[in-house]
Nanobody
Framework: QAQLVESGGGLVQSGGSLRLSCAAT????????IGWFRQAPGKEREGVAC????????DYTDSAKGRFTISRDNAANTVYLQMNNLQPDDTAVYYC?????????????????????WGQGTQVTVSS
């Protein structure tokens, strides 16, 4: 069974850090583009970061640039989102997603359009 499972969320004070994990089972993650998205109450789902099929570029939404880093550990079959200097506006449920087209997808242009399926997510809460 192919599955992505998010973990690593929690409660952190403003300025703190968290590392989210997106662990894959049932397929080899390095061949696929993975996106991190978030959704706060009453808000639309927002693309946060994207990592391409390996090798390929990464990209971030403007509010994440300089603070968040997406990376891949092929041995662990896991994609990470390192989040530093967290702010209350980062509070949301965070989801990872695999590109719907399958293998060989790349984070170029409007990469948010590559993704359309979601799991349970992991809650990130940042206090002021």
């Amino acid at each position: 069974q192919a599955q992505l499972v998010e973990s690593g969320g929690g409660l952190v004070q403003s300025g703190g850090s968290l590392r989210l994990s997106c662990a894959a089972t049932g397929f080899t993650l390095e061949y696929y583009a993975i996106g991190w998205f978030r959704q706060a109450p009453g808000k639309e789902r927002e693309g946060v970061a994207c990592i391409s099929s390996d090798p390929g570029p990464t990209d971030y939404t403007d509010s994440a640039k300089g603070r968040f880093t997406i990376s891949r550990d092929n041995a662990a079959n896991t994609v990470y989102l390192q989040m530093n200097n967290l702010q209350p506006d980062d509070t949301a449920v965070y989801y990872c997603s695999i590109a719907s087209k399958g293998r060989n997808a790349y984070c170029r242009g409007y990469w948010q359009g590559l993704f359309g399926s979601w799991g349970q997510g992991t809650q990130v809460t940042v206090s002021s």
